[in-house]
């Protein structure tokens, strides 16, 4: 379906050395980013939950001439392991990695007037409720809005799960629901990575 990568190989390969989670996005879940971002011919792209970028460069490798991404990542280790590799794949002119914890950089973003048409959204998961609040007041018209393992196995659908990932993801998709201004979906995936899936919106004109 996808040719073999080898600048993506060597991004796994330097997280790996440097003891990061393999919890980054599947090469078929990284090629359905990059097909989108393609697709949707995005310019300005947030991304919540850098890790070592392995999203951020697929993403990147969908963007048109003159595109930009903004990574935001919590963790200084990881930070600093995306910026090798972003440096690596040849992306340093078109990726920027903020340090710090999301809730603390959004502001920011706001302050300097940076608004975004495609975001991507994967850091802590109880957290999803204010990272769509955040999307939605960064985003222009028409804005995509991604947001990944929303399945979690099925655990989704328990009511009663006494997980804060499970409880962030399921407000969020009450707020989805309820949200006149966003139209969305999610898609189950599965693959090397299990059972998951995304959720898919955008933002009304
Ligand atoms: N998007 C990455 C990929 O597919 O290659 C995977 C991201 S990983 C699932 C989640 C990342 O979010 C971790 O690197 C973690 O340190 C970061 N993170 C967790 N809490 C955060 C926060 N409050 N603000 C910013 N980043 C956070």
Known sequence: MHQEDHALDLVLENNREKDLPEID??????????????????????????????STICMAKGLSEGG?????????????????????????E??????????????????????????FIDADKPNNPYYLEWALKLAEPGAVIIADNVVRDGELINRHSTDPRI???????????????????????????????????????
């Open 167 to 205: 409880h962030g993801i399921r407000t969020f998709i009450d707020m989805l629901a309820q949200e006149e201004r966003i139209d969305s979906t999610a898609i189950q995936t599965v693959g090397e990575k299990g059972y998951d899936g995304f959720v898919i919106g955008r933002v009304r004109d």
């Open 68 to 92: 930009k991404i903004i990574t935001l990542e919590a963790n200084s280790a990881h930070a600093s392991c995306a910026n090798e590799n972003i440096v690596n794949a040849g992306f340093a």
């Open 25 to 54: 996005v599947s090469r078929t879940q990284g090629e359905f980013l990059r097909l989108l971002v393609q697709m949707t011919k995005a310019k300005r792209i947030l991304e919540i939950g850098t890790l070592g970028g392995y």
């Open 94 to 119: 078109c990726i920027s990695v903020q340090l710090g914890a999301a809730l603390e950089t959004l502001p920011k973003l706001e302050q300097q007037n940076e608004s975004f048409d495609f975001f």
